[in-house]
């Protein structure tokens, strides 16, 4: 079990600082080449896809504002049109949408870029904090660093069933040999480039009793962070919000979040809902698949809601 400074000192023995380049913003998505994924679309073997979001709920999880228009014609303005179709067609008419959402926290499914998180007022690969403007965003590793998709290989770890539990409980956390012997149990090994989608089985949780915990969770344990850089893993994902909580370091609230997003500019998942995933990985008997990432293109926002789709 590492200490508080082993914790402390992975800041500096896990860095990916200047391993690309000064300039580098995409970290450990560097590790998805082009070998990597062609060898992820090898994985679709059965041609199923699976979603590995949740969905936005209304007014819970989003505000929503629908405009509908049943024939346009009649709209204010419509007169003014410069389009005389618009103006004469009187069998067309529309819906439109306003909406706003705060996607970072425990509930809704959805992508961190590297500037989410600063460590001493420091961003990944040494970039001040300042440089996240209140107006107009982050200037550095924000989410639109991986505008062009993230597609890889997925590979789901099942610790819950690797436990033979129906869950995990809350602030019980994952540990490398909870990795390996889900590899074993799984006939499934991480590679470079991969993305690992770690289920505790929370997803079940929440759709049985539609509960959402407060902070105490289980998760990764920090001691999985070597393993991580060492399998050069290019995103994880979890069916919490990552780290175990409590995180067992008193001065470390977060240590999965830091080390990964700041010294690592390792990617992550927050929220996943694991559980379709998983009853399609225990039919078919596989626990790789394609996996595809695609984050709205939003100029200097940490991140992005996002619909992880898994195809087998």
Do not use: K
Request: with cysteine.
């Amino acid at each position: 079990m590492p200490t508080q400074d082993d914790v402390l000192g992975y800041f500096n023995t896990l860095s990916n600082w200047g391993r690309w380049g000064d300039d580098d913003e995409l970290g450990t998505l560097n590790h998805i080449t082009d070998d990597v994924r062609l060898a992820a679309a090898r994985a679709v073997r059965h041609g199923r896809s699976v979603s590995c979001a949740w969905e936005v709920a209304v007014p819970e999880d989003m505000e929503r504002s629908t405009t509908t228009c049943p024939c346009a014609a009649d709209m204010p303005g419509a007169e003014d049109m410069p389009v005389p179709g618009f103006r004469n067609d009187r069998r067309w008419g529309f819906s439109s949408e306003r909406l706003g959402v705060t996607f970072h926290g425990n509930t809704l499914t959805h992508l961190d870029s590297p500037c989410h998180i600063f460590w001493d007022g420091t961003m990944y690969n040494g970039r001040s904090h300042s440089l996240v403007d209140a107006a107009t965003g982050s200037a550095w590793a924000s989410v639109t660093a991986a505008a062009n998709g993230i597609i890889t290989r997925g590979v789901l770890l099942d610790i819950a069933s690797v436990r033979d539990v129906p869950w995990l409980e809350p602030g019980q956390g994952v540990f490398p040999d909870d990795l390996e012997e889900a590899e074993r149990r799984q006939g499934v090994r991480v590679r470079s480039g991969d993305a690992v989608l770690l289920r505790t089985g929370y997803g079940r949780v929440r759709h049985e009793t539609g509960a959402v915990s407060g902070f105490t969770q289980a998760g990764w344990h920090a001691s999985c962070l070597p393993w991580l850089h060492e399998r050069e893993v290019a995103l994880i994902g979890a069916d919490t919000p990552q780290d175990v909580q409590p995180s067992g370091y008193e001065g470390v609230l977060m240590p999965v979040h830091a080390v990964s997003l700041v010294a690592m500019g390792l990617w992550m998942l927050d929220n996943c809902d694991l559980e379709a995933c998983a009853t399609t990985a225990a039919e078919l008997g596989q626990w790789d698949f394609h996996l595809a990432v695609a984050p709205v293109r939003f100029a200097g926002t940490s991140g992005s809601p996002v619909n992880p789709i898994a195809t087998f």
